[in-house]
């Protein structure tokens, strides 16, 4: 194979879904415990209801802080899936970041970094957890964000399996 075409796949996954299969998934957070709470309005917490929210950035109508770094982890049951949505969303366009991750930390793959004033669609994990973390500079604030979040539950008979392409040549 040519090395330009190796290197223009290894990039490129596509989702798959099996029908008449099963699967067991363990959280990395199994055995530790973790604070139970449906609504954050604040600096971060950990979200481990089935739904939530709303959650807020700090202060929340009005302007969040400078200099913040806070962190959201959203927990749902096993065999579940979680969908965010933003009811707005305003931050300083080149300097504030939401980034959501999809899985338990900022290790796993970013889903979305979202910054500036921007309407959001809604954004679905591929497991029962995700990460945010919110950071600020140390200039200029705007009024932060508000999201809600639900689980849905995967089919039983239903796996995803992520497919690297360039693995098939």
């Given amino acids: ?75 749902v049951p096993e065999g579940s899936i979680i969908r965010l949505t933003f009811d707005s969303f305003n931050t300083e366009g080149c300097c504030d970041f939401l980034t959501i991750y999809d899985g338990a930390s900022d290790s796993a793959a970013v889903i979305q970094t979202l910054t500036g004033q921007q309407s959001v669609s809604p954004i679905i994990s591929t497991s029962n957890s995700m990460f945010l973390r919110f950071t600020s500079d140390h200039s200029i604030t705007r009024q932060g964000f508000q999201f809600s979040y639900t689980s849905l539950t995967l089919p039983q008979h239903a796996v995803e399996v992520i497919v690297d392409i360039a693995d098939l040549y």
């Avoid at 194979?1 to 008449?20: N, T």
């Avoid at 917490?45 to 959203?74: A, D, F, H, K, Q």
């Fill in 1 to 75: 194979m040519h090395d330009w075409f190796s290197s223009y796949l290894s990039d490129r996954k596509q989702r798959v879904v099996i029908q008449g299969a099963t699967s067991t998934w363990k959280s990395p957070l199994a055995g530790v415990p973790q604070v139970t709470q449906g609504n954050a309005a604040g600096c971060g917490g950990n979200l481990t209801t089935p739904t939530g929210g709303p959650v807020t950035s700090t202060n929340y109508p009005s302007n969040y802080g400078n200099n913040e770094n806070c962190e959201w982890l959203i927990t």
